[in-house]
């Protein structure tokens, strides 16, 4: 058998990420499975409404057509797109940005890819400058359960280092995850000095949680104390595509990088990631591009640019996405109490994004296992393990959760919770 590099191995088939998409292509081809696996978004037809207008438009211009795939962008991506973005952010927000800070990827997961490992892994160039640095670094997730994605994303060792939240269980059948500052390498006075950078997404897949206004205000002050750059993956958050179920604020300083994209809004094939940051973090990042890709494809920048400049993009969160969501999230709730009516399990308060984390404290075999005897009866989910990079130390807590999408059609969701429950039930007797 040809034998891979090591480079191959670690970006290689075992990976949860590969697994999940791998799942998710055949069951999205199949349509014979329930789908509560990956994170496809849900059809909504206002947005399949906008965007057929908006080819059409393309479609009948000679100059957008070509614009749409006939040049390369430069490896920072459209200029015109970066214009119009920094424009709608700074009008909104007041956030002081031009296009120089502003960087297009294939996919917000590419940028994961380049800016863990430019912030990440191995400092040896031995320069005057760097005497000081450390041999490695790592990102801190402050707070796991955290995106699947990024565990398998470092080219070298162990890029992550990660803290178990503090559980909030405040109502019967609910908690809350929260940041346990008490337990992170960094503080006021201390920082540990193999730290990167922070990152976390928000809202958080898998949990469905969003980090508060405060907790996010005391990461981005030790973040700035200690210079070092905050990521925040907006991928379900703000300024869009908004499916967040809880009132907070954006954020965003030239100590952060916030992580966009195209995706969640309906659009995940046009793979459009958006990154803001300063322009050092925005020019290296464009460099990678470059090698690793020549330029980000142009097609999503060249539907969503018109969306910039009425201030639609950031519209359709309240008005469309949010709505949306709110509905399936309240029927897989629903579906959840009528099912579940007898067992012990606990949802994660399902604050943002679209997804249910379930919590079984009594669970009696692996997370993996029930996901492959839920995957013989039909219905998709992702177990919870995969979730948990950077622990130093195993955590059952991770063998006891499951998460659910309910992007997909109402009536298979509530199929499918009806499914687990009777799974659940099964193997309690
Ligand atoms: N970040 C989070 C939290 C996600 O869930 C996803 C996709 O599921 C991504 C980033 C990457 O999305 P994309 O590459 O489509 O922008």
């Known amino acids: 058998a040809r034998v891979f590099s090591s480079f191959s191995r670690r970006l290689g088939s075992g990976s949860g990420i590969n697994r999940l998409m791998t799942d ?14 990956g994170g496809n978004p849900g059809m ?42 920094a424009a709608v952010l700074k009008r909104r927000y007041d956030w002081p940005l031009s296009e120089r800070n502003i960087a297009l990827t294939n996919g917000s997961q590419s940028a994961f890819f380049a800016l863990f490992n430019m912030l990440a892994g191995g400092f040896d ?62 503080n ?7 730290i990167g950078a922070i990152c976390l997404s928000r809202p958080t897949n898998p949990s469905g949680n969003v980090v508060t206004d405060e907790e996010l205000a005391r990461l981005d002050a030790l973040a700035r104390r200690h210079d070092i750059p905050l990521i925040i993956d907006g991928a379900y958050g703000l300024p869009f595509p908004g499916q967040l179920y809880t009132p907070v ?17 309906g659009l995940p094939a046009l793979r459009t990631g958006i990154v803001i940051a300063d322009e050092a973090v925005i020019d290296a ?10 330029a980000p494809g142009s097609a999503g920048a060249a539907i969503a640019e018109p969306w910039l400049a009425d201030d639609s993009l950031l519209d359709f969160g309240a008005e469309i996405i949010e709505p949306f969501y709110r509905s399936k999230r309240d029927l897989a709730l ?18 943002g994004a679209m ?33 948990f990079p950077g622990l130093a130390e195993p955590w059952t807590h991770a063998e006891q959760c499951l998460r659910l999408t309910y992007s997909q059609d109402d009536e298979a969701t509530a199929r499918g919770i009806a499914i687990i429950a009777e799974e659940v039930r099964s193997l309690r007797s």
């Open 24 to 37: 998710l292509g055949s069951a999205m081809a199949s349509g014979d499975l329930i789908m509560m696996g």
């Open 44 to 85: 909504i037809p206002q947005i399949t409404a906008a965007v057929q207008k908006r080819l059409l438009e393309i479609a009948s211009s000679d100059e957008a057509s070509v614009r749409f795939a006939g040049i390369y962008d430069g490896p920072h991506g459209s200029i015109s797109f970066r214009r119009e973005m």
């Open 125 to 186: 160039a031995l320069s005057p400058e760097s005497e000081n640095e450390t041999a490695a670094r790592k990102i801190l997730l402050p707070m796991t359960p955290e995106y699947i994605g990024y565990a398998d994303v470092g080219v070298g060792d162990d890029m992550f280092v990660s803290v178990r939240p503090l559980i909030d269980q405040h109502a019967p059948h609910r908690f809350k995850y929260r940041i346990d500052f008490d337990s992170l390498p960094i």
């Open 188 to 194: 006021d006075t201390w920082c540990d000095p193999a």
């Open 249 to 265: 604020e954006p954020h965003w300083n030239d100590n952060t990088i916030l992580c966009l994209s195209l995706s969640k809004l």
């Open 285 to 294: 990042l464009a460099s990678v591009t470059a090698v690793t890709g020549l």
């Open 334 to 351: 629903a579906a959840f109490k009528q099912s579940f009516e007898g067992l012990n399990y606990m949802i994660h308060d399902p604050e």
């Open 355 to 387: 997804f249910l984390w379930l919590w079984l404290p009594e669970l009696s075999v692996s997370a993996h296992e029930l996901y492959e005897r839920l995957k013989i009866k039909g219905v998709l989910v992702v177990p919870g393990h995969y979730f």
